[in-house]
């Protein structure tokens, strides 16, 4: 399951946030710098590619220098435990569909041009959480994102220029019609198709999969899911087309995750300094 080239340049730091969601977090949120130097060549990024995303995180407040049994290493902080908890959430959960009946979160914004780097932070941000852009500063999401919404617009401290509505949907335009105007859902379709076409044959082979094989195999697959469950809104099955691919992507990833977590965690391990 390796790819013939691993990432380089601005995705080393993706693959290095893949690697302390799906790894160091669940190995106690520790990591010696020589494991993950070694452990990131297994997917082909290079020593100084993970020494530089590792200085920007750790710029970022997301790790802190901390020796353990004399191996130098970064650990996890709160900022980074509580951010990386939230997209588990997502990646690995998927998105379940929203119930109709609970209806619509809108938020409409009015940020002045004095403020601008925050208006395209709320936009960012919106997008990430899943939100569809409907109108002019006018965004949908399901109704249960109301909470994310205000937090967004809370720690940009834009609540002067907000405004947050929950509510059903009455018409007059075909309610499909206006969802799939919102979003890309046929890219989002196709990311998922795209995944179940690259990885279905390779479930035989991610059975038989151990050591290095299983976690470059293992890491890959989570780094190549992770972004689709994130634009993926999680709307209401009666709004979708019938043919709709994220039940069958998000039944395969679980699938993979079967096969290959407990290998490639037991190898990954092996780098850790041992008591």
Known sequence: MSESSGPRGPQSRTTLVTFLGAVV????????????????AELGVDAPSVRTAVFRLKKNGWLESQTRGGARGYVLTAQADRTLAAGDEVIWHARKPAELDDGWCIVHFGVPESLRARRHQLRAHLTSLGFGNVGTALWIAPARMRAA????????????????FVGDYHGPQDLTQVLYGSWDLAAIDQGYRDFTAAYRPRVEEARQLRDGEAFAAYLGMVDSWRKLPFRDPGLPREVLGPDWSAPQATALFEELVDALEKPAL????SFWPQA
């Open 25 to 40: 977090r669940p190995l106690g949120g520790w990591v010696p710098i020589a494991a993950a130097v070694d452990l990131l």
């Open 149 to 164: 919404a205000e937090r967004a617009i809370e720690e940009l401290e834009l609540s002067a220029y907000a405004a947050i």
């Open 266 to 269: 037991e190898h990954a391990r």
